[in-house]
């Protein structure tokens, strides 16, 4: 009685884990992504507006930072957005943000978003805009300088398309 109840238990584990079929990659997807990210194992893959995109973690600073990199069906490289803690900001970025604004606003997220041509930061907050409670993303250069404010970016994504 305990095997069966045991066979069941993994068999609903297996089920539960696996709701989604997997998303066919190509080989030059597949090889774009080995080319930019070596070392990077336990990727899993998703569509989103006809881009396939590879979620996956980085260890650069020591400890885990969620990564999604983007790419054209045909291989190309379109752009990486990769999660980071406030503290590994640009000292402009930083600088820029706590003299600015936003300065008494709450960090939720930070994002890097690196592309082909340019690389944003992006800053999460929460805070009060006219009074009410909002959210915001806060697009900054490298340099520091505020490229663009998005308050309550109910379905605006941070990546700008």
Do not use: H
Not at 88 to 103: C, H
């Amino acid at each position: 009685m305990k095997k069966i109840f045991l066979a069941m238990c993994a068999l609903v584990a297996l089920c539960a884990c696996n709701d989604e079929d997997p998303i066919p990659v190509s080989q030059a997807v597949l090889d774009s992504f080995r080319a930019r990210f070596p070392e990077v194992s336990n990727v899993t893959w998703q569509s989103s507006g006809g881009y396939l995109v590879a979620d996956f973690y980085l260890y650069d600073s020591g400890q885990p930072e969620e990564c999604l990199a983007w790419f054209t069906p045909v291989g190309e490289w379109y752009m990486t957005q990769r999660e980071m803690l406030y503290a590994n900001l640009p000292a402009a970025v930083r600088a820029s943000f706590e003299s600015g604004d936003y300065a008494t606003w709450l960090v939720d997220d930070v994002i890097k978003v690196e592309r082909a041509s340019s690389v944003e930061y992006v800053i999460s907050a929460d805070g009060y805009y006219l009074g009410v409670e909002s959210d915001a993303y806060l697009y900054y250069s490298e340099g520091g300088v505020l490229l663009r404010s998005v308050i309550d970016p109910d379905d605006y994504p941070y990546w700008g398309y």
